[in-house]
């Protein structure tokens, strides 16, 4: 882990103290499976995201090659108030 250095590692001793002290022993078990759930459900998230966006369909011009860029509509004009 590249952030696990020099001083980083006697950070992670007193957070993981700080947390003992917090929650106890008897609640790490649940608190780690919680993590890896959330962090199971963010992997199956993220994929299904990446097949959605591979799977999309790419949009094409009249004689099948994909247009160099989209057009944006021109600006609204806006009316500005007029004094009497």
Do not use: C, Y
Not at 13 to 34: N, T
């Amino acid at each position: 882990m590249p952030f696990i250095g020099g001083g980083h590692i006697w950070l992670m001793l007193i957070l993981l103290v700080i947390v003992l002290i917090v929650w106890g022993p008897g609640k790490l078990p649940e608190i780690g499976a919680g993590i890896g759930r959330a962090i199971r459900e963010f992997r199956h998230a993220s994929t299904e995201v990446r097949e959605q966006i591979s799977l999309t369909p790419v949009a094409m011009n009249h004689d099948g090659s994909t247009p160099a860029a989209v057009q944006e509509a021109p600006p609204m004009a806006t009316s500005s108030p007029t004094s009497p």
